[in-house]
């Protein structure tokens, strides 16, 4: 029983080892984020113009390029595509709607008996309805007009992993071997 969950846990590491290998590879045009401590580029957004073997070639604004050695480079990262924030927006939005309305129609209490006369609840249940709405919709266009890059990492020393398992007389073993 033991050598099974042994087996189990040695193969759940195999995707470790294949993640680093399909990083995401630099290309020229590219959009990056890049940290670089001997040309003082702290996250800097920058286009790729080449790529070579110790360096890249860099458009860092518009009339200014800029070569970077990769041994320089603690921290590097590529835009793969650009996202808006929509629906977080409309639901931000509704919810203030919802209870800014709710608080102020029950605060304005009840109406007087009449033709047309509501309840403190009455009136709170319309007006988070009518403010939830408003609130939806302004969130949404807010939250459409907000857009960000989606980064994701590019491994500057490619680890690695290579598990093993070995099945003996006295148990088995389960291993790791850890190479950049």
Known sequence: MRSIVLAVAAFMLIPVGSMA????QLESGAR????????GLKNRTARVLSVHNDSLLLQVAPAETL????????R???STGRRRYTLRGAGIGALAGIASGALIGYASGDDP???FAMTASGKAALGGATLGVTGLAIGAIVG???VSDRWT???LGVAQVTPSLQVGRGGARLGMAISF
């Open 21 to 24: 290998a399909q990083a995401v």
């Open 32 to 39: 990056i984020r890049i940290t670089a401590g001997p040309h």
């Open 67 to 74: 070569a970077v050695a990769l041994a320089g480079v603690t």
């Open 76 to 78: 590097l990262d590529v």
């Open 113 to 115: 008996p009449g033709l």
């Open 144 to 146: 459409a007009l907000k």
């Open 153 to 155: 990492p590019v491994p």
